[in-house]
């Protein structure tokens, strides 16, 4: 077993509260400037997210990664804490692949009516809820 030097404290919330909280050898992340990963010991961070997954390499190499799909939101890390605040977040484990399937069926709808109609806002919306519908896909495949 990892040392407590040797890990990670990370700490999801999402605006219903605490949503994810487990000691970790490192966790990935998607910056708006790209992927990030943070280790133990890493240097003080703070950085914006943006629609991705987070994957936590649990504290055991024999512990399977744990995967949360994301909205966006900061991260801050120090003395091997990381808090990160999202506008929306999801365990793997608890995605229902059936409503996220709906949800990504429907923005393809409201794209293509958005596009017909054009109507750039609509345009925009469509594929803000397109990405985040595909990430939880995504994410939910990750983590089966």
């Known amino acids: 077993m990892a040392k407590k030097h040797e890990l990670l ?16 050898r490192g966790i990935v992340v998607k910056t708006t400037d790209g992927e990030m990963t943070i280790l133990p010991n890493h240097i003080p961070v703070i950085t914006s997210l943006t629609v991705g997954s ?19 939101g900061i991260l801050e890390m120090h003395d091997n804490v990381v808090e990160i605040t999202a506008t929306y977040a999801i365990r793997s484990r ?19 009516t958005a596009l017909s109609n054009n109507d750039t806002v609509a345009h925009r919306r469509a594929r803000i809820a397109l990405n985040r519908a595909i990430n939880k896909i995504n994410v939910k495949a990750k983590n089966i």
């Open 9 to 24: 404290q990370v700490n999801i919330y999402a605006p219903e509260g605490l949503i994810y909280t487990h000691y970790s």
């Open 54 to 72: 987070i994957k936590v390499s649990r504290r055991e190499e024999s512990m399977a990664d744990n995967y949360i799909a994301i909205n966006g």
């Open 94 to 112: 608890d995605i229902d692949e059936g409503k996220a399937l709906i949800e990504k069926q429907q923005a393809e709808a409201e794209l293509e």
